[in-house]
């Protein structure tokens, strides 16, 4: 059974830093590609950050310079570290996995950046 669990959201001021984490169980996590994806209330989910098995990442424009997407494969674990948030960052942060032709998603974890 494939899961992935989200933490790390919360409320912050906007210039201040969250570190999200999605630990996942029933895969062979060091051969995935591992996503984050936002959705911001009223808008489309997103594709924020991804992480190839050989480390190598994209990102979004929007978070470029700011977001950093890791993974700790010993830990079947990614992270997403966001710095200098802004306002726009607020939203529901998913972290996603592509097994067997299936999406997986987690439950979401909150971020909430006040001005």
């Known amino acids: 059974q494939v899961r992935l669990v989200e933490s790390g959201g919360g409320l912050v001021q906007a210039g201040g830093s969250l570190r999200l984490s999605c630990r996942t169980s029933?895969?062979?996590?060091?051969?995935?590609?591992m996503n984050w994806h936002r959705q911001a209330p009223g808008n489309e989910r997103e594709l924020v950050a991804a992480?190839?098995?050989?480390?190598?990442?994209n990102y979004t424009d929007s978070v470029k310079g700011r977001f950093t997407i890791s993974r700790d494969n010993a830990r079947n674990t990614v992270y997403l570290q966001m710095n200098s948030l802004k306002v726009e960052d607020t939203g529901d942060y998913y972290c996603?996995?592509?097994?067997?032709?299936?999406?997986?998603w987690g439950q979401g974890t909150q971020v909430t950046v006040s001005s």
């Open positions: 029933g895969i062979n996590f060091k051969i995935h590609r």
């Open positions: 996603q996995v592509r097994w067997k032709s299936l999406n997986y």
């Open positions: 992480i190839n098995s050989d480390g190598s990442t």
